[in-house]
């Protein structure tokens, strides 16, 4: 059976930020690394590829110049238990010339787009209680970090 790996590229931070992520997510590792050699296009000895798992899932990132940069059209969603691993990535995903955006999205100090959402989140927006998802949405639609008791609070007050 194929896998399907994202392939993430980076002008000359793939092997920072591979470190990064696979020090902030359990069950993380780096699994390879591929450097220039003299052939080019990347100086020698530099690294091209680097491999790695977040929380066993594979990912690899290029170092190949400024070309492309990353946008919102692709993110990636971190599914937090409760409100402490909500704000424990979301401040390490933002330090460091990270960048809040609204709804639970970020981008990281390399651009790449998060999100960082409660598990119970589709519960809170959605279900059969239409004014009450209504009265959550329109709260969760004010927040940059999403806040699990606020949320509850505004569902609740409907």
Known sequence: MSKITPFLWFDT???????????????SRITQTVRYG???PGPTGSVMTIAFEL???PFTALNA???????EAVSFVIDCE???EVDRY????TANGGQPSQCGW???????SWQVVPKALPSLI??????KAQKAMAAMLKMAKLDIAALEAAREAA
């Open 90 to 93: 979301w401040d390490a995903l």
């Open 65 to 71: 110049g400024p070309v492309f940069k990353f946008n």
């Open 13 to 27: 931070e793939a092997e920072e930020a591979a470190g990064f992520y696979v020090g902030l997510f359990p069950n």
């Open 55 to 57: 929380d066993g899932r």
């Open 38 to 40: 003299e052939a080019g």
């Open 82 to 84: 409760d409100q402490a």
């Open 106 to 112: 970020l981008k990281d100090r390399f651009g790449l």
């Open 126 to 131: 959605g279900g059969p209680d239409g004014a």
